[in-house]
């Protein structure tokens, strides 16, 4: 699959560089990486097959934002991702616990868990909020002998960490076929060899419930799906959501959970990017 890369320059990053990640993400852009040595630098990329440049022109010049943005469009070949993504990436080290790396890294002693990444154009390297935010929470979590299902799971890295914290059966779904094959390849690198992985979207969950669900997606595939989630989530189980905003996102999830029993805990906040815990209650 070839990408288009959206290279966007802003006068000033806060809070133009969330915003339009939001926009371009309901767009269908699935990654995105800050420039290294510029913060007003944004760098975002949509499947070929999916980037219209009239819908993105529009975007960007005709919403009369309060700030000025340069904006380019470059395609980049399937074969040549990698080498633009090692070129954006370092390791994350999240809580102290949980490191994550490119196989082109040197992992770091006395770790407790030690995650081998390479995206393949696969949304999913803790680089972003919400992936680090849904990693703090699963470091919280005890998964020993939990079933999780990971909806929208990119790399797997969400996953995967569950199955190296205990968790089994872990089921993996992404509807993007690079996704789905880049989970596998991830799965390998880190040793895992029992993980269910299906290409597809939430009609395809299989028949049972689950103990943990995480849902890192965005705000309208979330409010879209949350009912079919709750069926598949045991009585008592928790399910974890992250792709969205502080304002004015939160508060539809919420009530949006609320209308099929699933009651908010807690939520996480980084960069205005939020990730919430709700729980199904025995009633």
């Known amino acids: 699959?070839?990408?288009?890369?959206?290279?966007?320059?802003?006068?000033?990053?806060?809070?133009?560089?969330?915003?339009?990640?939001?926009?371009?993400?309901?767009?269908?852009?699935?990654?995105?990486?800050?420039?290294?040595?510029?913060?007003?630098?944004?760098?975002?990329?949509?499947?070929?097959?999916?980037?219209?440049?009239?819908?993105?022109?529009?975007?960007?010049?005709?919403?009369?934002?309060?700030?000025?943005?340069?904006?380019?469009?470059?395609?980049?070949?399937?074969?040549?991702?990698?080498?633009?993504?090692?070129?954006?990436?370092?390791?994350?080290?999240?809580?102290?616990?949980?490191f994550i790396r490119a196989p082109f890294h040197e992992p770091?002693?006395?770790?407790?868990?030690?995650?081998?990444?390479?995206?393949?154009?696969?949304?999913?390297?803790?680089?972003?909020?919400?992936?680090?935010?849904?990693?703090?929470?699963?470091?919280?979590?005890?998964?020993?002998?939990?079933?999780?299902?990971?909806m929208g799971s990119g790399t797997g890295i969400l996953a995967i960490l569950s199955h190296k914290k205990g968790a089994t059966p872990v089921t993996a779904i992404d509807n993007d076929d690079w996704a789905y094959r880049n989970n596998l390849e991830n799965n390998e690198r880190n040793h895992i060899e029992n993980m269910q992985v299906i290409h597809g979207d939430a009609r395809n969950i299989p028949n049972i419930q689950y103990d943990i669900i995480l849902a890192n997606i965005n705000r309208n595939i979330l409010l879209n799906d949350i009912p079919i989630y709750a069926a598949a989530l045991q009585k008592n189980g928790s399910i974890f959501l992250s792709g969205f905003y502080k304002e004015p996102d939160l508060e539809l999830i919420k009530e949006k959970c609320l209308q099929y029993n699933l009651h908010f805990i807690s939520h996480k906040e980084k960069n205005k990017w939020v990730a919430a815990k709700c729980k199904r209650y025995l009633l």
């Open 1 to 98: 699959m070839d990408y288009i890369e959206i290279k966007l320059t802003f006068s000033e990053a806060d809070p133009w560089k969330e915003i339009f990640t939001t926009l371009l993400s309901e767009e269908g852009c699935d990654s995105f990486m800050d420039g290294e040595d510029d913060n007003n630098l944004l760098l975002a990329y949509i499947p070929l097959e999916k980037f219209d440049e009239k819908k993105i022109l529009d975007i960007i010049y005709h919403h009369h934002f309060d700030v000025k943005c340069e904006a380019s469009f470059s395609k980049i070949e399937s074969q040549d991702w990698n080498a633009v993504w090692e070129s954006n990436y370092a390791p994350v080290f999240i809580a102290d616990k949980c």
């Open 108 to 150: 770091i002693k006395n770790v407790a868990y030690d995650i081998v990444i390479e995206p393949k154009m696969s949304f999913g390297t803790a680089h972003h909020e919400t992936t680090s935010l849904m990693i703090e929470y699963l470091l919280e979590e005890d998964l020993q002998g939990k079933s999780v299902l990971d």
